[in-house]
């Protein structure tokens, strides 16, 4: 694969851009009527050669020789011209101006109009026209004004066959434009150095796989240390498996095929296992209908014991960010009212658990009663768990001992693969664009890679992957401006990994806020392995994808936080439906012109859309 694109037509000399700022008045494009047949420099008389100070008027002029006539391509019409340069006697070469004069030249043969790649450059994030589909209406425009005659077949297919020429001159066009990428790429928050609350989402789009070779910068180096995470039974109230099945059912909220409520035995076995634990104060209000056991225990209290019987860690349901309120909440006199900012707080950010707190206080005027405290005594330690990575100990030998064996081939193999390569290079072989979030650490090696922690009644969010295409593109939208600050090309089908990785490499400290349809296990997966970096980063997943995941728990749902109502948690399924028109003609494209293309297509789509509202 070659390392990136490059420009290869014969004007060489800089195009000035869309949306530069040194655009004034209407951009210029050749008319029919007014192109000359013999494009040929002309020159003043104090016109004079930089190497000899010969005047160029003096110069010989001559045709440019190629292999057949050229010919100018426009929107609507072409002409056939004659190619003519000066040359001074020092041998230097004045060329005819085709970028003043609103065209580029490829080979001295094919000539195209900018106004014919602007139209395509627009038309391109609009519609799903390959660069085919709008040459052939380009050829179709030509016929329709009686420019080609009817009938003519080997006329009609060496225009059409031009396509490629199109698409080739489209690319050195828009690389010779020199696009402020970094501008349209550039989060809009005005107290934010890099966007603080993202949406991630993956689209299947992408090249064909044998055409796709992508390489890693921001893996672990040969020294890289083996860290461990926290573990999944730590990050639990309950966990025993078992125990948090039998909850579910006692409360009503059993997983689909489950029975609801326990018999006598269930119930008793329940609570001698359980015995001593503060949760269990909350099991014995109790019904017994038909020889059957259920709660009938209050709103609050069902809910919070529901969200704690789940797989989810606890602290989704007590977050980072609200640990030091919680903290001082235990640590008053147990005679002291609920603060009421902490409690505003709770509800905000921790609705769950502050609207038991508020349940179980207003009895008592608003003094938390001893069995609340104590359950909250225990979700605070163990939310606080969550957070702290676990003794290597407690993994098993064989994943010690597998992890070790892969750190030390990997030292034996490990070859530093961005030496020498410029930005454009780099993001030509490794498939990232985030001009503005540059790498700030590689990622470790993880004892949790060589270990599997599911457990459990898990969410049914399962990967996608295509037999024939690379696995598609992953991006990231800010959802306090909308702007795309950066995509990448998946070299593996879309997985927590592929959040964990741009994420934790790019992002000096972790955002507050990540909404990801798979939000639920990509929590975990940062658990996993930099459990204290996600400490006050809340996971959450979008209303429309939450309504798929079934056994994981309600506080990752958006819509259970009445204050992100603002947000379209919705933004990267519907940036990327805009994106899902390019497949058919993607497919086809190698990885450079793949890349190039949908970096360009997110730009013109970002600067049209600052464009219109400025309008």
């Known amino acids: ?63 440019i020789s190629c292999t057949r006539e050229p010919i100018v391509y426009s929107l609507t019409w072409f002409k056939r011209v004659n190619i003519k340069r000066r040359t001074c006697k020092c041998g230097a070469v004045l060329e005819y101006p085709f970028s003043k004069n609103g065209m580029i030249n490829l080979n001295n043969v094919d000539i195209f109009s900018h106004e014919a790649l602007d139209r395509y450059s627009v038309e391109m994030t609009k519609t799903s026209l390959s660069f085919y589909a709008h040459w052939s209406a380009i050829v179709d425009t030509y016929e329709l004004r009686e420019l080609l005659p009817r009938g003519d077949i080997s006329l009609h297919n060496f225009f059409v066959n031009k396509r490629a020429k199109f698409q080739e001159a489209w690319v050195n066009y828009i690389m010779l434009q020199h696009p402020d990428y970094s501008k349209a790429f550039r989060c809009q928050c005005p107290d934010a150095d890099y966007c603080q609350e993202l949406v991630a989402d993956g689209i299947m789009l992408g090249p064909q ?68 634990k503060s949760i ?7 019904e017994r209908n038909d ?24 602290c989704t349901i007590a977050p980072g960010s609200v640990l030091t309120d919680l903290t001082n909440i235990i640590t008053a006199q147990p005679t002291c009212r609920l603060p009421a900012r902490a409690m505003q707080n709770l509800l905000i950010n921790a609705p769950t658990l502050g609207q ?18 104590d359950l909250l005594v225990d979700i605070v330690g163990t939310s606080e768990a969550c957070f702290k990575r676990a003794d290597p ?11 070790h ?41 993880y004892l949790s890679d060589f270990r599997s922690q599911r457990s459990g009644q898990t969410c049914t969010k399962y990967h996608y992957d295509s037999k024939n295409l690379a696995p598609g593109l992953f991006l990231i939208h800010c959802l306090r401006c909308f702007t795309c600050v950066g995509f990448h090309l998946m070299s593996q089908h879309e997985s927590p990994q592929t959040l964990f990785e741009v994420l934790y490499t790019r992002w000096q400290a972790a955002p507050r806020l990540v909404v990801y349809d798979n939000s639920c296990h990509g929590h975990t997966y940062f658990l996993n392995r930099e459990p204290a ?28 936080y009445p204050e992100l109502s603002k947000y379209n948690s919705q933004l990267a399924e519907q940036r990327n439906s805009r994106l899902a028109i390019l497949k058919s003609h993607c497919a086809y494209m190698t990885q450079p012109m793949f890349l190039l293309y949908v970096r360009f297509f997110l730009f013109m789509s970002a600067m049209l859309r600052v464009s219109q509202s400025q309008t």
Not at 357 to 365: A, K, S, T
Not at 393 to 403: D, E, I, N, P
């Open 1 to 63: 694969m070659d390392g990136c694109l490059s420009v290869h037509s014969v004007t060489k000399e800089p195009i000035t851009s869309f949306f530069s700022s040194d655009v004034t008045g209407t951009r210029c494009y050749p008319e029919l009527l007014t192109l000359p047949t013999v494009l040929e420099p002309v020159v003043h008389q104090d016109k004079v050669c930089e190497c000899c100070g010969t005047p160029w008027s003096e110069a010989v002029v001559s045709n």
């Open 209 to 276: 796989k044998n055409r796709s070779q992508l390489f890693s910068n921001w893996g672990p180096g040969p020294e890289s240390e083996l860290l461990a995470g926290s573990l999944h039974a730590q990050r639990l109230l309950l966990p025993n498996k078992q125990d948090r099945l039998l909850v579910q059912r006692l409360f009503g909220k059993a997983p689909k095929g489950a029975p609801h409520g326990l018999d006598e035995d269930e119930y008793t076995s329940l609570l001698h296992r359980l015995d001593g």
């Open 280 to 286: 269990t104060h909350y099991l014995a209000f109790i």
């Open 291 to 314: 020889g059957l056991v259920t709660s009938s225990a209050t709103a609050h209290v069902t809910r919070l014991v529901c969200e704690l019987a789940t797989d989810s860690p606890v």
């Open 356 to 373: 038991f707190l508020i349940g179980e206080g207003r009895p008592h005027g608003m003094i938390l009663p001893a069995e609340a405290r």
């Open 393 to 403: 100990a407690l993994y098993s030998r064989a994943t010690v001992v597998k992890a």
């Open 405 to 445: 064996k892969a750190q030390e081939a990997a030292a034996i193999e490990w070859n530093e693969p961005t030496n020498g390569w410029s930005p454009e290079e780099e993001f030509m072989r490794t498939g990232f664009y985030y001009p503005n979030l540059p790498i700030v650490r590689r990622t470790a090696r």
């Open 533 to 560: 970096w996600v400490r006050d980063t809340r996971f959450l997943i979008d209303k429309m994808h939450y309504k798929g995941h079934s056994g994981c728990c309600e506080a990752y749902d958006i819509a259970k």
